[in-house]
């Protein structure tokens, strides 16, 4: 299974993307390997920088950057997370987000 199959598009606007977990697939986001399977929303802002927010069941989100003025810091494996959730928007939901 790829993200797409495990989400739902729930707002495309001129800031953001947001895609919403569907139910019952927990095992299937931490199969995909750089989850942990508690996950319920995702967030992309759009533009020359880009934040990924990821919202959690009982957990307070968080977020991180990358793009032209830089990038948060972050872990290889959060960084893969990261470009799977941009890829599944860019190119699954063909819905532009990074602007170089």
């Known amino acids: 299974m790829d993200l797409k199959d495990l989400t739902k598009l729930i707002c495309n606007n001129d800031e953001c993307v947001v895609l919403k977990v ?3 697939h927990e ?3 931490i199969c995909l390997g750089y989850f942990r399977g508690d996950e319920t929303m995702f967030r992309l802002t759009k ?3 880009v934040t990924c927010t990821v919202f ?3 957990d307070r989100p968080f977020s991180w ?3 032209r003025s830089g990038h948060t810091l972050i872990s290889d494996s959060l960084r893969k997370a990261g470009k799977i959730i941009q890829n599944c928007i860019e190119h699954d939901y063909g819905i532009k987000c990074e602007f170089k």
């Open 56 to 58: 959690h069941k009982d």
């Open 27 to 29: 095992t299937d986001l």
């Open 22 to 24: 569907k139910a019952g």
């Open 47 to 49: 533009g020359h920088d």
């Open 65 to 67: 950057c990358w793009g």
